[in-house]
């Protein structure tokens, strides 16, 4: 196969899910839905939590960084696909899916750690509450998600300088709505094994090994609230901690479930439909199972829609006050 030069600008085309187009017009209207209830809801939930004083413990900080981390993972992916359907270009600039891919491989890392530092923080809640407010202090939150979010970027940063040392064939099509790091170098027509061996061993590393400490966490977090005499104060403490497993839960099962598909089916449109499941669905899910299942949050949400609804009234009742009176 002929070779470009790495120097001169290539051009990628996303094939996206299908290339039906009265499908396409169904997929425009449904994601574009997707994306904006997901920046609504993570939105609100950030509102919430920063307008509530009760809110502002360790557990809705990375709650709040949660969000903002979901809401520029869709915003990377969705926006980019819809502009392909209604212009019916799909192409892209290598740098531009390259950096698309850098941006997706830091965001889905740095979820990872925070779903992990969040389930420390409730084996903290739990089994120490006496030291809570000390162990879990502002500056030390605020270095967990600063170690957190450094290292996603080097992760990203990492895979992205190996794709550059890649040579790339003139035909280059990606069967996905969005480019990721994997799906570029199988682009590649030299040498990959270096690159597919570091996307093995960083994934199993910085997925696993917030796996491993929510699992540890969580084992603790049974066997402390096992020993409370009263089934209130069980139920009490497991509720607390609902609403971050079923995240957990959702996040990496999706995971998982697209890893598995893209060993067991070999059909690169299938797996593109796979991968829908953990890149939009868990953004999607989160601020409503964080404001289903969590009672605090409840109550701070329906404090944010008072205030703007009154917020409303106030600007109707200033906007009648400066109407001109109608001529005589």
Same mark, same amino acid.
């Given at each position: 196969m002929e070779v470009k030069n790495r120097s001169v600008v290539l051009d990628i085309f996303l094939r996206g899910l299908t290339n039906d187009t009265e499908l396409q017009l169904v997929i425009f209207g449904l994601?574009?839905?997707?994306?904006?209830?997901?920046?609504?809801?993570?939105?609100?939930?950030?509102?919430?939590?920063?307008?509530?004083?009760?809110?502002?413990?360790?557990?809705?900080?990375?709650?709040?960084?949660?969000?903002?981390?979901?809401?520029?993972?869709?915003?990377?992916?969705?926006?980019?696909?819809?502009?392909?359907?209604?212009t019916q270009d799909q192409r892209i600039t290598f740098a531009g899916c390259l950096s698309q891919g850098c941006f997706v491989a830091v965001c889905t890392i740095f979820e990872c750690f925070l779903l992990g530092v969040m389930a420390y923080d409730r084996y903290i809640a739990i089994c120490y509450p006496l030291r809570y407010t000390v162990l879990m202090n502002p500056c030390f939150c605020v270095t967990l998600v600063l170690i957190s979010f450094f290292i996603s970027i080097v992760n990203g940063?990492?895979?992205?300088?190996?794709?550059?040392?890649?040579?790339?064939?003139?035909?280059?099509?990606?069967?996905?709505?969005?480019?990721?790091?994997?799906?570029?170098?199988?682009?590649?027509?030299?040498?990959?094994?270096?690159?597919?061996?570091?996307? !093995?061993?960083?994934?199993?590393?910085?997925?696993?090994?917030?796996? !491993?400490?929510?699992?540890?966490?969580?084992?603790? #977090?049974?066997?402390?609230?096992?020993? #409370?005499?009263s089934s209130e104060g069980k139920y009490k403490a497991f509720s607390t901690c609902g609403s971050h497993l079923s995240v957990v839960s959702l996040f990496y099962g999706t995971g998982f479930g697209v890893y598995i598909t893209s060993k067991v089916i070999d059909s690169p449109k299938k797996i593109a439909v796979a991968s829908v499941m953990y890149s939009i669905i868990p953004p999607m899910m989160n601020p409503f199972i964080y404001s289903i299942r969590n009672r605090d949050?409840?109550?701070?949400?329906?404090?944010?829609?008072?205030?703007?609804?009154?917020?409303?009234?106030?600007?109707?009742?200033?906007?009648?006050?400066h109407r001109p009176s109608p001529a005589c």
């Open positions: 994601f574009l839905c997707i994306y904006l209830i997901t920046i609504f809801g993570n939105l609100l939930i950030m509102l919430a939590i920063n307008y509530d004083s009760r809110l502002h413990t360790p557990m809705y900080f990375f709650l709040c960084n949660l969000s903002f981390n979901d809401m520029y993972l869709i915003t990377i992916t969705v926006p980019k696909m819809l502009v392909n359907i209604q940063l990492l895979h992205s300088l190996m794709v550059l040392h890649l040579s790339f064939c003139i035909d280059l099509e990606v069967l996905h709505f969005f480019c990721e790091i994997a799906q570029i170098i199988k682009l590649a027509c030299s040498e990959s094994l270096i690159n597919n061996v570091l996307i !093995f061993v960083t994934a199993s590393v910085f997925a696993g090994v917030p796996l !491993f400490g929510i699992i540890f966490s969580y084992v603790h #977090i049974v066997y402390t609230v096992l020993k #409370i005499p949050m409840k109550e701070a949400l329906k404090k944010v829609r008072e205030k703007m609804q009154l917020l409303h009234i106030v600007i109707m009742a200033d906007s009648q006050k």
